[in-house]
């Protein structure tokens, strides 16, 4: 069984620029949420993924904005950079069969805008 | 307005003794508790979770009891091994929320001394 994986592991950006990061999920999950992790706290909800829609929105601006694919891979995308932008994101991925259910995380990108 | 709250920024334990972590709650509608543990440069690793219906959870050296009236939630490693050094993270989540999204507590940083 594969777990969730992210790439790139790192990235350096300057401000302003627009950054793509990748999730596959693990094998058997259909929903796919991502979170930002700045240092020293814990993760923050992004937004989720579920049959390739948006499926729930945390505060974050509309310049994150993601996609979901039919293999329930995933992109997380952000545009205009800024230099708080800079955390780790991570990828967690779950089946949602209408039960609570348990985020699996992949490893993260570790973002840093400069 | 912190919903999840760990109040202890870290936590020393010597090897052998039981490491017990906390967790705060004020959201009444949270149903789910999940535990993670994360060690530098790695995702999130699910520990274990608790359904609201349930008071306590037990899986080999780790337990999670919930007190719901108090809204509080801890685990207890028996015992505790120097691997078990990381930092744990408790999150919540309501099943009816949109996305199932987890929120997440600060962390505290659990140092298991030989």
């Known amino acids: 069984e594969t777990g969730v994986t992210q790439s790139p592991t790192h990235l350096i950006k300057t401000r302003g620029q627009q950054v793509t990061l990748r999730c596959s999920s693990q094998?058997?999950?259909?929903?796919v949420s991502w979170y930002q992790q700045a240092l020293g706290q814990g993760p923050q909800f992004i937004f989720q993924?579920?049959?390739?829609?948006?499926?729930g929105r945390g505060n974050f601006p509309p310049r994150f904005s993601g996609l979901q694919f039919p293999n329930y891979s995933s992109e997380l995308n952000v545009n205009a950079l800024e230099l708080d932008d800079s955390a780790l994101y991570l990828c967690?991925?779950?089946?949602?069969?209408?039960?609570?259910?348990?985020?699996?995380f992949g490893p993260g990108t570790r973002l840093l805008v400069l | 307005d912190q919903q999840v709250k760990q109040n202890s920024p870290s936590l020393s334990v010597q090897e052998g003794r039981i490491s017990i972590l906390n967790c705060d709650y004020t959201?009444?509608?949270?149903?789910?508790f999940l535990w993670y543990k994360k060690y530098p440069a790695e995702g999130p690793t699910f520990l274990i979770s608790?359904?609201?219906?349930?008071d306590k959870n037990e899986d080999g050296r780790f337990t999670v009891f919930l007190n719901k009236s108090a809204k509080h939630l801890s685990l207890h490693i028996v015992p505790s091994q120097p691997g078990d050094s990381a930092v744990y993270f408790c999150a919540a989540s309501a099943t009816d929320n949109a996305g199932n999204m987890l929120t997440f507590g600060g962390g505290t940083r659990l140092m298991v001394k030989p």
């Open positions: 094998s058997g999950h259909n929903t």
């Open positions: 993924y579920y049959r390739e829609e948006e499926n």
């Open positions: 959201n009444s509608m949270f149903d789910y």
């Open positions: 608790i359904s609201s219906i349930k």
């Open positions: 967690a991925s779950s089946f949602s069969g209408g039960a609570a259910e348990t985020q699996y």
